[in-house]
Structure formats: C-alpha cells, structure tokens
C-alpha cells in the first residue's frame, strides 16, 4: 500500500463513532493515515460529548461536520470501516466503490443513558476501543501491505479487541 493510506470510517449518524475514528486515525496516523467519515443517514451535528472525550484526551478536533457518504462519491478511499453496532439492530452503510472494506461493529455512545458520569464513560469506552485498533493499525508495516493483506490485518485487528 502506499502512503499515506486513506481510510473511511462510516456509520449511520456520523455523529460519534466515525467522528471519533476519523480524529484519532489522523492524529495517531501522523500523515501516515489520512481519514475522513461519513455517515448514511447523517445526524447533520457531530455531538458534543465525541468533541469533548477527544478534547480531553489532546486530539486535535478541527472542524468535523456530520455528512453524508454521498458527499464523498468523487473520493478514493484505500479502506472503509464501518462502526455501526449492528448486533443493536442498526443498519451499517454498504460502499460500493472498490475499496477494502472492514467492519468494526461498536456500540453507539449517543444512545448510552442513565446520569452524566455513565454516558461519560460510554464514550469514553467508544474512545478506547478505537484507540487501540488504530494504535494496532499504526503499528502495522503499511507499506509492504497487499490490500487483501491490509483487510485481513484490519480484520484481525477487531477480533483480537474481543467484541461482536
């Protein structure tokens, strides 16, 4: 593969999950990754507790808007991830373009209830989780990657996390 590798995360609202991976695989990346988000019913606002959790932990917010995929039919993507929880019943966004496509099933933090501290660390946990499979996808040797070798190691990557 060559660098820098450019990744799509996709899921339904666009508004936490892919926001989340979108900010952390571009600052974990270090211009070695290059990734956007989208999302296939877009919520049309990013939430603010995804903002907040990436603030607290010092990466870099820029300026994420909550958009739809189709806004991004006129970009190559070398690897879509799609997020969405679908063992919650959510319906995960299907790319049609020819690129790798992995799916990182995580629960939605922005359906988390209870009081503050509960749904603070239902994003925390979102946060966590895709911190450590982009942490493992950095560590990867990117460059001598084939790309059914890239969706093989993504794919391993979720496994190894231990989640649906």
């Known amino acids: 593969m060559k660098a820098p590798l450019k990744i799509l995360f996709l899921c339904t609202a666009n508004s936490c999950r892919s926001i989340l991976g979108e900010a952390l695989a571009n600052h974990l990346g270090e211009g070695r990754l290059i990734a956007r988000s989208a999302g296939s019913h877009p919520s049309g606002r990013v939430h603010p ?3 907040a959790v990436l603030e ?4 870099p ?11 991004l039919d006129d970009e190559w993507f070398d690897v879509v991830i799609t997020v969405c929880d679908a063992a919650a019943g959510e319906a995960c ?3 049609l373009a020819e690129s790798a496509k992995v799916h990182w099933g995580i629960p939605d933090p922005a359906a988390a209830e209870g009081d503050d501290p509960a749904i603070e660390a239902a994003f925390e946990a979102t ?3 895709l911190r450590g499979r982009l942490e493992k996808l950095v560590a990867l040797d990117l460059e001598s990657m084939t790309p059914p070798g890239l969706t093989a190691s993504l794919q391993k990557i979720h496994r190894e996390a231990g989640e649906h």
């Open 49 to 51: 507790r995804a903002l």
């Open 56 to 59: 607290r932990h010092g990466v």
């Open 61 to 71: 917010v820029g300026q994420p808007v909550s958009k739809s995929m189709d806004d």
């Open 93 to 95: 966004p299907v790319w």
């Open 127 to 129: 946060y966590q989780r």
